[in-house]
């Protein structure tokens, strides 16, 4: 489904698997003449179990074929292990194309903590990335940053937002390695680096040993995008988007009922 030479193309919003939605759920604020479509690997999910050549090579095809069938005006990418690996072969393969990251924001991160100690909680692929260390490296030396990748937080996020119930103890392992005590400091920071987590917010506030600022790029995501679509303030939102595509071709009912609590027909 394409645009008509009288609409506005509409923005995609590609993530492994629902936790994009945080990014979507900004990003219709602030272009809310835009129509939306909303793909989810869900058949490639998770991400951070692949073979890094197997998983560029999955991405990039099925970028052919997305913006061959949708014609979008933006691509957003709502997945830090996504974007920081194929970003770049992205843009390359594309050049037609405006694609707009999802990083890790230790930047903001490093201007706001108070304690210099900062905790950037990610899937294992995000944290083993060169792409998250030269982020270190360029804006965060002046801090102490621990890096910290999470092998189930993606899967019980999905589950989460599902409507499945989470044992504490669950989560907890795999957020308790966050929590760092030094010289007298404490961390204050702890940066959202899977568009997963910020579902589950609530969930780590209420674990957390102290109080910490759980920073969340969804917003920031969101007002890149906005910058870079045109503005048509007279525009009439299109009807025929505004829908989730899922690569198994099969979500499930808890899925389908959340794609409409979101606006977006499954």
């Not at 193309?9 to 990014?23: A, E, H, M, W």
């Not at 270190?136 to 189930?152: D, K, M, P, W, Y």
Request: charged share 25%; proline share 6%; with cysteine.
């Amino acid at each position: 489904m394409t645009a008509t030479a009288n609409e506005l193309k509409p923005v995609l919003v590609f993530d492994s698997g629902i936790g994009g939605l945080t990014v979507l759920r900004e990003a219709r604020v602030l272009m809310p003449e835009r129509g939306f479509i909303y793909i989810a690997d869900d058949a490639g999910f998770p991400y951070g179990g692949w073979e890094e050549r197997a998983l560029k090579e999955r991405i990039v095809d099925l970028f052919a074929k997305l913006l061959a069938q949708y014609d979008p005006e933006v691509c957003i990418i709502a997945c830090n292990t996504a974007f920081t690996l194929v970003g770049a072969d992205l843009r390359a393969a594309f050049p037609q194309m405006t694609f707009v990251g999802t990083v890790p924001a230790i930047k903001p991160a490093a201007e706001r903590t108070r304690s210099g100690l900062v905790s950037v909680l990610a899937t294992p692929g995000t944290v083993k990335r060169a792409y998250t260390r030269d982020l270190i490296q360029s804006f965060a030396t002046q801090c102490h940053v621990r890096l910290v990748g999470s092998e189930n937080l993606a899967r019980l996020a999905e589950a989460y937002i599902r409507g499945d119930a989470i044992a504490d103890e669950a989560v907890m392992t795999e957020i308790d390695q966050c929590f760092v005590e030094m010289d007298g400091r404490k961390t204050d920071i702890v940066v959202l680096a899977c568009t997963h987590y910020p579902f589950m917010a609530n969930i780590f506030r209420r674990l957390a040993p102290w109080p910490v600022d759980w920073l969340d790029p969804a917003e920031a995501i969101a007002r890149r995008a906005r910058s870079l679509v045109p503005q048509a303030t007279d525009a009439v939102h299109p009807d025929n988007f505004d829908f989730a595509v899922f690569t198994s071709g099969a979500p499930d009912f808890p899925t389908r009922r959340l794609m409409q609590g979101f606006g977006l027909k499954a």
